[in-house]
């Protein structure tokens, strides 16, 4: 498609629509972000970054840059909740990036979101705008009006609905879709290191395998933070909120009784910052574009986080919707042939996380180490889902 003219609206700067922005614009493409945040931030909190969408972040010349806070694990490694045993470990570092052409990496979601923001302000200073909430859209053959909620009006050619798991697009593409809880929650927290004994933990991501819960360590920001995620049971649904804060004293009793080196990263986390978010399931759909309109990240496919993928698929989606817009003769074309290509895996992987929740949840030693060996993760999901290549993966 001629690329000189043609204007790119994006709803939302978060880490799918920057890197979409970013693709898009280092394509060539005339690209505007609308955010409704007043200021670009993203929470404290940790993010895996597979080889997949690593690939994607290295094709925008970030690779020094994540150098510098980026962690490279050098294992999963799932441990009983209180003995510590290792059950089960899957080599990443050097064997992940010698598999799959990139490394594995732990993130800080904000210094993600900055460089990619930094980035895009970059290539277009004038890309990113902020203050601005969409609410809705009109397209017609001549192109889209996407309606803010102050009244103004974007003229553009095409829309991308990156706007998140509560979208205002994807409410207008598909209507009212299935909301269910899962009856988990995530707790997360981060803790400085030196508040930790030196070398409690190893480069690695650990798994906390136990009853009814399991709990995810890793380091961020070049080892300076330990990342801490509690996945617990819990009857009542709660609000899905990255910002809701929780007593440190109910994350203390969910772990009652798990082992010392749980407790001490628990007590050593800053107590005024435990935050609590409720898992909602979303099924996957089968569509999520009209004529020039589509959706990218979390607002097309909103995933669990038990294959820790969704913000790579975000990623990935960035890729690949440059990529159809740049080799499609029209941008109907260009969105049926994002969707074609990116709706089968996109729903493998969030069926996926949602049947991988039980896997950290066995009660019993003995089926829980049968099942890992069943899994045999380090073959099976490891081939597909970090394999995939979206700057090359042939586009039909
Ligand atoms: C506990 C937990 C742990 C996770 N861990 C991982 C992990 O390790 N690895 C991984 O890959 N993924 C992980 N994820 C998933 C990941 O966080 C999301 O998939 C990812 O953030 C999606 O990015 P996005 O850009 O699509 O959406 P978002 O990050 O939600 O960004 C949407 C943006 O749109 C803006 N917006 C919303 N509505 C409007 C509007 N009407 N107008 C204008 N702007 C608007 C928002 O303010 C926001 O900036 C995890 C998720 C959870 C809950």
Redesign the pocket.
């Known amino acids: 498609m001629k690329k000189q003219g043609l204007r790119v609206i994006v709803?939302?700067?978060?880490?799918?629509?920057?890197t979409a922005a970013a693709q898009l614009l280092k394509r060539g493409f005339f690209v505007r972000v609308?955010?409704?945040?007043s200021v670009l931030a993203?929470v404290g909190?940790?993010?895996?970054?597979s080889a997949n969408?690593v690939k994607v972040l290295y094709d925008l010349g970030l690779k020094d840059e994540l150098d510098v806070f980026a962690v490279r694990p050098q294992a999963f490694e799932y441990r009983r909740f209180d003995t510590a045993e290792l059950m089960h470990r899957i080599p990443l570092g050097q064997a992940h990036e010698d598999a799959f052409g990139a490394p594995y990496f732990h993130l800080h979601?904000a210094d993600l979101h900055e460089l990619l923001a930094k980035t895009v302000r970059h290539m277009d200073p004038d890309c990113i705008t902020l203050n601005?909430?969409?609410?809705s859209y009109e397209e017609s053959d001549q192109g889209v009006t996407l309606k803010m909620v102050d009244g103004r009006l974007i003229e553009g050619d095409v829309l991308i609905g990156?706007?998140?798991?509560?979208?205002?697009?994807r409410a207008q593409i598909l209507g009212q879709t299935t909301v269910s809880y899962t009856g988990d929650v995530?707790w997360?927290g981060l803790i400085a290191v030196e508040k930790l004994p030196k070398d409690i933990m190893e480069t690695v991501s650990t798994v906390w395998c136990g009853p009814k819960k399991h709990a995810v360590m890793y380091y961020l920001r070049a080892g300076a933070l330990m990342n801490f995620?509690g996945l617990v049971e819990h009857d009542q649904p709660e609000e899905e909120s990255?910002t809701q804060k929780r007593p440190w004293e109910e994350l203390k009793r969910d772990y009652e009784g798990w082992h010392p080196m749980i407790q001490t990263v628990i007590d050593a986390m800053d107590k005024e910052a435990c935050y609590r978010?409720a898992?909602n399931n979303r099924p996957p759909v089968s569509n999520w574009s009209t004529q020039r309109a589509t959706l990218?990240?979390?607002?097309a496919h909103?995933?669990l986080?038990y294959m820790?993928?969704?913000?790579?698929?975000?990623i990935e989606d960035a890729a690949v919707i440059a990529r159809c817009l740049e080799q499609s003769s029209s941008v109907t074309d260009a969105l049926q042939l994002f969707q074609r290509n990116r709706i089968e895996r996109t729903s493998k992987i969030v069926i996926g996380s949602t049947e991988s929740r039980g896997l950290y949840r066995i009660e019993d030693l003995d089926a829980m180490k049968k099942a890992f060996a069943d899994q045999d993760l380090t073959k099976s999901r490891a081939q597909w889902l970090y394999s995939y290549d979206p700057l090359h993966v042939p586009l039909v």
């Not at 609308?34 to 945040?37: D, H, M, P």
């Not at 820790?308 to 975000?314: C, D, E, F, L, Y």
């Open positions: 709803v939302g700067a978060g880490i799918g629509g920057l609308y955010e409704q945040a993203e909190a940790g993010i895996q970054s969408a979601r601005a909430k969409a609410v990156a706007d998140g798991i509560k979208s205002a697009i995530a997360r995620v990255w978010y898992l990218l990240g979390d607002s909103p995933t986080p820790a993928s969704g913000a790579a698929m975000a």
